[in-house]
């Protein structure tokens, strides 16, 4: 069960690929911004690494990995790596996020809308691959992007989760991951993963009718443009527990892609369609060549 103190760091395994992160990704629909941004921490290692991408009008227009960076000694109540800072407010339910470059600089609050979901919960246990613990949530955003010197207020939806334990990137084969509101306050959460030694299974959960209901089943297809190994269109049917099925389908927009060695993670933004409403949303898939 997820605690409040798993907000903080966790005290590492002995192995070198041990891992811990949290990863925040916020948009607004209506002036058409995407921003995702992530912070992971090897300490056995003793580095660090970081993503900021941001996309404008449905184009990418900052994308930027950085790898072997210096560890830093912070926990994550307060903490920057290679100019990205996470800050808690309230474990749980508020943080500040800021990031400043050349050109670029944005500061949000990211405060939930639901509550953490323990990925232990699932219908399915996760890929060995992942994490030894995950956790994500659903929440809403506010502040400020500027770009080139034109500042663009920022009101809309965000996601968050936060890994720790042994973490392989080259032990998947490929993987897809949506997260996007649905309906009045309701939120959606699905993975499906195709690991080497776990094969394909699905993980997830719907936020609905005031609580965080794990997923059974999703029926997932995806249609692909001819040369890209990125997604563009999908469609699922999901189930969860309690037996709601909720059809979607959806269109990837914008695709910025970030290589990990010999894996590489497709950052996404793009439109679900539930119930003849569209809504933006995230999508994140990723394969090793």
């Not at 897809?176 to 959460?189: N, T």
């Amino acid at each position: 069960m997820i605690q409040l103190r798993d907000d903080l760091r966790h005290a590492p395994s002995p192995e070198q690929n041990y891992s811990e992160s949290k990863w925040f990704a916020f948009y607004d629909q209506a002036r058409d911004i995407w921003v995702s941004c992530r912070i992971g921490l090897e300490p056995n290692r003793r580095t660090a690494n970081r993503w900021v991408v941001v996309a404008l009008e449905g184009k990418v227009i900052h994308k930027d990995l950085a790898v072997n960076l210096p560890l830093p000694a912070s926990n994550w109540n307060d903490i920057e790596v290679g100019g990205l800072g996470i800050r808690t407010r309230k474990a749980m339910e508020l943080y500040a996020l800021a990031f400043r470059e050349t050109g670029l600089h944005f500061e949000i609050a990211w405060q939930a809308a639901t509550p953490v979901f323990d990925y232990k919960d699932c219908f399915e246990p996760l890929p060995p691959s992942l994490a030894s613990a995950h956790y994500e949530q659903s929440g809403r955003v506010t502040g400020s992007l500027t770009y080139e010197g034109k500042c663009y207020e920022m009101d809309g939806a965000g996601h968050r989760d936060h890994s720790w334990g042994v973490r392989h990137w080259e032990g998947f084969r490929s993987w897809i991951a949506f997260m996007a509101p649905f309906g009045q306050g309701s939120f959606l959460h699905v993975e499906q993963f195709d690991e080497q030694s776990s094969g394909v299974t699905q993980h997830g959960f719907l936020y609905h009718q005031g609580q965080n209901i794990p997923l059974k089943d999703a029926a997932i297809t995806l249609e692909f443009q001819e040369g890209s190994k990125f997604p563009h269109r999908f469609r699922m049917k999901m189930e969860d527990v309690q037996g709601n099925v909720i059809p979607v389908e959806g269109m990837v927009r914008v695709v910025a892609p970030l290589a990990f060695g010999r894996c590489t993670v497709g950052e996404s933004f793009g439109t679900f369609t539930v119930d003849g409403v569209t809504r933006a949303g995230l999508v994140e898939s990723g394969f090793t060549s």
